[in-house]
Nanobody
Framework: QVQLVESGGGLVQAGGSLRLSCAAS????????MAWFRQAPGKEREFVLG????????TYADSVKGRFTLSRDNAKNTMYLQMNSLKPEDTAVYYC?????????????????WGQGTQVTVSS
């Protein structure tokens, strides 16, 4: 059974940094497209960035390019979202997700598995 568990959210001032974690069980990162999405109150779920380690490909939303990066720890089967230079508009619940598809990496409907989300709040 696949399970994704996010952690690391919190309250941070604008310009600060946070690192989110997504601990996975029941799947191998090399077999899935992994992504982060976010959802602010009253807004649709928004793609943040996605990665395919098997294709060696990463794609970012324009709004986070140059500020957010992904990494992973194979031993822990955990991926990390490093968020720097945070802005108030980054405030949202952040979700990690897994999909068997890369061609629809930005489409949240293409994802089979989701974590429960972690709240990120950036104060101005």
């Amino acid at each position: 059974q696949v399970q994704l568990v996010e952690s690391g959210g919190g309250l941070v001032q604008a310009g600060g940094s946070l690192r989110l974690s997504c601990a996975a069980s029941g799947l191998s990162f090399s077999s899935y497209t992994m992504a982060w999405f976010r959802q602010a109150p009253g807004k649709e779920r928004e793609f943040v960035l996605g990665i395919s380690w098997s294709f060696d490909a990463t794609t970012y939303a324009d709004s986070v390019k140059g500020r957010f990066t992904l990494s992973r720890d194979n031993a822990k089967n955990t991926m990390y979202l490093q968020m720097n230079s945070l802005k108030p508009e980054d405030t949202a619940v952040y979700y990690c997700a897994a999909s068997k598809r890369w061609d629809r990496v930005t489409d949240y409907l293409a994802y089979d598995y989701w974590g429960q989300g972690t709240q990120v709040t950036v104060s101005s």
